[in-house]
């Protein structure tokens, strides 16, 4: 499952830097999460990092975006390698 921000985001800026895969950027309005992208943070940390610091816990697991923890480390697997 991936992550999404709801609209409570106060584009306060300090999730973005703390993805590891790049998987949030800014939207139209608020910041957005690529649910192609996102892996929860499975294979680089124990916890989403973006939920961490996020100062208004506007983060939640996106119910429309369901995976696995296999899924989401194949993901994260595909998504570190080397580019052909």
Known sequence: ????IT????NC??????????????????YEINPDK?????????EPQCQQVCPVSCIPFNPEWRETEEQLRAKFEALQAPKA
Not at 1 to 4: N, R, T
Not at 13 to 30: K, Q
């Open 38 to 46: 996102c892996t929860e943070c499975v294979g680089h940390f124990n």
């Open 13 to 30: 800026d300090v999730c973005e830097p703390e993805c590891p895969n790049d998987a949030i950027y800014m939207g139209p309005e608020i």
């Open 1 to 4: 499952m991936a992550l999404m």
């Open 7 to 10: 609209d409570d985001c106060i």
